[in-house]
């Protein structure tokens, strides 16, 4: 097969998740919607400090809000990063694209990257950027446009084209959903895949067809679960098993999770944000242990223990003792109330 062009390589390891993905627990969209409330105070300071580094022209400072914003999956934060999608140059759309494709389960972030796909027609390694995120979302919107794209690229042949519908076919194939499988198998024979080069196929058509029908065929068996073959047996066997199959268990789905506790935002000094809790809990600890221990322990200690061994005189010494000498004796006991005494 044809090596794949370094472009390409570098966009999809910038979205590619590290290391494998666990398979254990499904998406609850209950769950979901529980930590989007819980997170929906980190979800804003992260938007705030986003939008005013973004007022920044200066590239690099966008994208390090770009990476901070995007350490938290929340609605707010997919409507945020729709700016950087069409915005500035290759660098920060890329890796705006990256980032939205961390937003996995969002329909409004499959949304925002479909309407990007327009304003970065010229820009191939945007669009695969744009593509590779749309199959890391998993929205089965997407399927439609990523069809779309296969079905007007394939047929031509283009080697420029290559990096585009690689990028549209993982995609798809990273979508759990049967209707992936239905438009993987259907759109593939536009790439005429059961035809053989001959002597008068074009070099780059040959090359085209290897490369796309090798990744059609790994891609759909990796979704299925089936054993590559190829189209017309794909064909064959879809239209047999369509209504009754059942793909295999889904991507790990658990809520986002809240990366409050850390430096996440990366566009303030690291104790900006914990001076609050630096500041608060350490005068705690200094005004509250040591006054305990030096000042005020020792007197309940000698408040409690000294009273018995001294017959209760010394504690009442200021208030308590004249009266009690006195019993009943004038204003001491009706100073000091009928309840004391008793």
């Known amino acids: 097969m044809r090596p794949r062009p370094l472009s390409f390589l570098l966009v999809l390891a910038a979205l590619l998740p590290a290391g494998p993905t666990a398979r254990a627990v499904p998406f609850d969209a209950q ?15 992260l938007v705030s400090e986003f939008e005013a580094a973004w007022r920044n022209t200066h590239e690099p400072t966008r994208l390090k809000a770009i990476e901070s914003v995007s350490t938290l999956n929340h609605p707010l934060i997919v409507r945020a990063l729709g700016i950087t999608l069409t915005q500035g140059g290759e660098a920060l759309r890329i890796a705006g694209a990256g980032a939205m494709g961390r937003m996995n389960h969002r329909p409004e972030a499959a949304r925002l990257l479909a309407a990007a796909v327009k304003p970065n027609a010229k820009m191939t390694n945007v669009l695969v950027a744009l593509y590779a995120a749309m199959g890391a979302v998993g929205d089965p919107s997407s399927i439609a446009v990523l069809n779309s ?63 796309v029908n090798a990744d059609f065929g790994t ?10 073959r190829p189209w017309s047996e794909w064909k064959s066997w879809w ?22 506790g850390a430096d996440t935002t990366g566009l303030k000094p690291p104790d900006d944000d914990k ?16 006054p305990a221990a030096g000042e005020g322990d020792k007197p309940k200690e000698g408040e409690g223990e000294k009273p018995p061994e001294g017959g209760g005189d010394k504690p009442k010494e200021g208030e308590g003792a004249k009266p009690a000498e006195g019993e009943g004796g004038g204003a001491g006991v009706e100073q ?6 008793k």
Do not use: Y
Request: overall charge negative; proline content about 9%; some cysteine.
């Open 275 to 290: 001076a609050g809790e630096g500041e608060g809990d350490k005068p705690k600890e200094g005004e509250g242990d040591k």
């Open 149 to 211: 794209e296969l079905s007007s690229r394939l047929s031509k042949a283009r080697a420029a084209d290559l990096p585009i519908v690689q990028a549209c076919v993982e995609a798809l194939g990273k979508i759990h959903d049967k209707r992936a499988v239905d438009a993987l198998i259907d759109v593939w024979q536009k790439a005429d895949p059961d035809s053989r080069p001959t002597d008068k196929t074009p070099r780059e058509t040959a090359d085209f067809r290897e490369a």
């Open 239 to 260: 239209k047999k098993a369509k209504n009754t199959f059942t793909l295999p268990e889904g991507p790990d789905a658990p809520p986002p999770e809240n990366p409050d």
């Open 219 to 228: 891609v759909l068996s990796t979704l299925t679960g089936e054993r590559e």
């Open 31 to 45: 769950a979901w919607a529980d930590a989007d409330k819980a997170n929906e105070k980190t979800a804003r300071r």
């Open 336 to 341: 000091g109330g009928s309840d004391g005494p």
